[in-house]
């Protein structure tokens, strides 16, 4: 059953970051579809490093744009600007079942490997943290690192790339 779950919200989330990343452009602002990857990705590590055991976390990301900021186009018409804020919203599910969710506003994503903003993790309706940043915000960009570590029941691979993570906690787990 839980691997039904978890085929079915991976098969969710393609989709969701297909689509998004085939309708927004990633030059000169935020890239909702990589600020949902990274977010998951480093939420989910946070998580786990505060011994939460995640059986699925998927994130979606809408950008934000003010009306302010659009900029006139060649041809007359009013061309949206890069976004410089992409709304983070995102859900899932402990091992022991309880609902998972983080949201927030996202203004800075770093190559896979960090997200800056504010954003808050909630389990069972309670605040486990606050984070103006996850992941490792002072790493060089490099390539996307692959998803969290493989767990033995995980259908997944192990990752490829090791990243360390500096994450500003605000709140104090409770279990």
């Known amino acids: ?12 989330c393609g989709i969701a970051v297909a689509g998004a990343a085939a309708c927004e ?3 000169g602002g935020l890239d909702s579809a990589a600020v949902a990857l990274t977010t998951d990705r480093t939420a989910t590590s946070t998580l786990e490093r505060l011994t939460f ?15 302010a900021e659009s900029a006139p186009a060649a041809d007359g ?10 709304e983070v919203d995102c859900e899932g599910e402990t091992d022991d079942g309880k ?14 490997v960090c997200v800056k903003g ?11 943290f606050q984070a103006t940043m996850l ?5 060089a960009a490099t390539a996307r690192p692959s998803s969290r570590p493989a ?10 790339v090791t990243v360390t993570e500096t994450v500003t906690v605000t709140a104090v787990p409770a279990k």
């Open 1 to 12: 059953m839980r691997l039904l779950r978890t085929m079915a919200a991976l098969g969710a």
């Open 25 to 27: 452009p990633a030059a």
């Open 53 to 67: 055991d995640v059986a699925w976390l998927s994130c979606s990301a809408r950008a934000l744009t003010r009306a």
């Open 77 to 86: 018409t009013t061309a949206p600007a890069a976004p410089r804020e992409v």
């Open 99 to 112: 609902a998972i969710t983080l949201d927030g506003t996202v203004t800075e994503e770093r190559a896979g």
């Open 118 to 128: 504010d954003m808050t993790a909630r389990i069972a309706k309670k605040v486990v």
């Open 135 to 139: 992941g490792d915000c002072s790493a």
């Open 151 to 160: 767990r033995p029941s995980d259908p997944r691979p192990a990752p490829a």
